[in-house]
């Protein structure tokens, strides 16, 4: 099984809200990650989870606030966002050995539209 | 910094023209290549890992090829349901597990 499953789907929130997406994997994946994805264009990485440890930051606005509980979930909590912050928020996993290229398998992704 | 350029950005073929998609990189120190297909409003579906030069992965009608500079996927009698875009990806050394991908080539096949 190779399932990355998002929720929500959609998300329509306004600027002075704050919500969260979450990601979860079953495949015993230690590599989480968390992509955008604007209309027309390849997705763009934003962070980089490592056995449950940040280890990759892409200088990414405050207002997005990434979190790991443990090694299967992963949320991406939202504050203050801005009208272009609407996007497609992909979530990826991989086996996430150190210094080996493994395949991420990506969720269907939450589309979000700030308003 | 990784750059990864695709070409041609649209393709449309008809139903058994075979063609190849081009993914040209720039990379200090290739980890490994990955093509990906992405429908709209999905996830991209991962396709293929290629790790060094003159490697090649197949599967159904697609045909993935490495060099040095540059990667193809060829598709041989493709079919409508093969109509999506197509992504390359790098991982590189500079970028540690994170993918940097290129734009896309648009494929479109015409009954």
């Known amino acids: 099984d190779t399932e990355v499953t998002q929720t929500p789907k959609h998300l329509v929130m306004g600027m002075t809200n704050k919500k969260s997406l979450k990601c979860e994997q079953h495949?015993?994946?230690?590599?989480m990650y968390w992509y955008k994805q604007k209309a027309k264009k390849p997705p763009e990485l934003m962070f980089v989870?490592?056995?449950?440890?940040?280890?990759i930051n892409e200088s990414v606005p405050s207002r997005f606030s990434p979190e790991c509980p443990n090694s299967s979930l992963l949320n991406l909590h939202l504050h203050a966002l801005q009208p272009e912050d609407s996007a497609l928020y992909l979530c990826?996993?991989?086996?996430?050995?150190?210094?080996?290229?493994?395949?991420?398998?990506f969720g269907p992704g939450t589309r979000l539209t700030v308003t | 910094e990784d750059q990864v350029t695709q070409s041609p950005e649209a393709l449309r073929l008809q139903e058994g023209e075979s063609s190849s998609l081009n993914c040209s990189y720039t990379v200090s120190g290739l980890r490994g290549l990955f093509w990906y297909r992405q429908d709209p409003g999905k996830g991209p579906e991962f396709l293929f890992t290629?790790?060094?030069a003159g490697e090649e992965k197949e599967k159904e009608r697609l045909k993935a090829t490495l060099t040095k500079k540059e990667s193809f996927l060829h598709i041989t009698a493709p079919k409508p349901e093969d109509s999506a875009t197509y992504l390359c990806a790098v991982q590189s050394i500079r970028g540690a597990d994170g993918l940097t991908f290129g734009k896309g080539t648009h494929l479109i096949i015409q009954p």
């Open positions: 989870y490592s056995y449950e440890k940040l280890s």
């Open positions: 290629l790790y060094s």
């Open positions: 990826a996993s991989s086996r996430g050995l150190a210094g080996v290229a493994y395949e991420q398998y």
């Open positions: 495949m015993g994946h230690r590599a």
